[in-house]
């Protein structure tokens, strides 16, 4: 090599080594080390749900450089599955992945940071907490129990649930003991249902056994890997209690206030982009794992329109009681339900007409191909 040519390249590599020798340094001092421990609500079998909370300590490592690391724990690991919420306000874990209307027993306001029967699908409530304010109006209550509310995750809208006998009625709703979370429970006791609630990894054997006669848990890739098809054979959609799920990390907020600046947006970052994850492997997921377990006998069956009617009005029956009685509760729900229903009048002119146009056109197409050919 001649000495031009050595010089050049020298030249060439000297403004990326003086980068990378002032940026490392930099970031050494300003990059404490910090060692988190997160309880989810979920087991590990669930790869999607509990998956989520995986993705987010794994995308925190990656954006800290390994300088911020979150260790997960499946639910039951460290604490039960429904008592994340506890072991972050008492300092037994830093952090927890979980879906806050496990906690309506507190306060029936968490669950308008998870979901509510007829509330939002996955587009609108994630809109609601990221661009319409849903978080902000969510701090005040969430402060209250020094925990700081981060959305993590998505189901999309769920199935209603594997039962052993069939429903077609309101009058087939009374006495049944049902595995159902959240205000869903207090919504459907309005029609006489017995509503129980039971972590996930706890309903197959309450189902074997008989100790309730029904259960829903989140939709078909889910309740396949669970078993459910083999101790209930009606399996009901959609789950109107569950229009989309927004899943959360809760973090104390003395351990979130303490983080500097560039790890609270690398634990944002993590939790944004866990929500677009969960949400895409649940769309590729469930439709493969829905065809599986109707090929395997599962009996499909939608909710008669009579419930579904029935439900919709105990909810907002229930939401109005619960806002006259909560002060917090009625501020959260008044700045939600406005949203929703402007978010409603939108998706009714562009999305829903679309969809159904394009559904109904398959459903054309399909049944077409299906005629004997003459």
């Known amino acids: ?94 952090c927890a992945h979980t879906a806050s209307y496990y906690f309506v027993g507190k306060d029936p306001t968490f669950a308008l940071d998870g979901t509510i029967p007829f509330g939002m699908n996955f587009r609108q409530i994630n809109a609601w907490l990221n661009g319409a304010g849903g978080r902000e109006v969510l701090r005040e209550f969430y402060d209250s129990f020094n925990i700081v509310s981060i959305p993590a995750g998505n189901t999309g809208a769920q199935m209603g649930g594997w039962f052993r006998k069939e429903i077609k009625s309101v009058a087939d709703l009374n006495g049944l003991k049902f595995r159902i979370g959240g205000f869903a429970g207090n919504v459907l006791q309005k029609l006489g249902v017995v509503a129980q609630q039971i972590a996930g990894g706890d309903i197959y054997p309450a189902l074997e056994r008989g100790t309730i006669d029904a259960a829903e848990w989140i939709g078909p890739y889910d309740d396949e890997k669970l078993g459910f098809n083999r101790v209930a054979p009606f399996y009901y959609y959609p789950g109107f209690w569950e229009g989309g799920l927004n899943l959360s990390v809760y973090v104390a907020k003395a351990k979130y206030d303490e983080l500097p600046p560039l790890y609270k947006e690398a634990l944002e970052s993590a939790c944004r982009d866990a929500t677009i994850e969960t949400i895409a492997k649940y769309d590729v997921q469930n439709p493969q794992a829905l065809r599986r377990l109707v090929a395997s006998g599962t009996q499909l069956r939608p909710f008669p329109r009579e419930v579904m009617q029935a439900a919709y009005k105990a909810a907002f029956e229930l939401y109005d009681e619960t806002a006259a009685s909560n002060p917090r509760f009625k501020k959260v729900y008044d700045h939600f339900k406005a949203f929703r229903d402007t978010e409603l009048q939108w998706f009714r002119v562009a999305e829903n007409t679309y969809d159904n146009f394009v559904y109904s056109m398959q459903a054309l197409e399909q049944q077409q191909a299906a005629q004997p050919r003459r």
């Open 1 to 94: 090599m001649d000495r031009r040519s050595f010089l050049a390249g020298a030249s060439a590599a000297a403004p990326a080594a003086l980068a990378t020798s002032l940026a490392a340094p930099a970031l050494a001092q300003s990059a404490p080390e910090i060692r988190w421990r997160c309880a989810s609500s979920f087991p590990k079998s669930l790869d999607t749900i509990y998956g989520a909370g995986e993705h987010v300590a794994k995308r925190v490592a990656a954006l800290t450089d390994g300088k911020f690391r979150i260790t997960m724990f499946a639910a039951g690991e460290v604490v039960p599955g429904l008592a994340v919420a506890d072991a972050v306000q008492n300092g037994t874990v830093d």
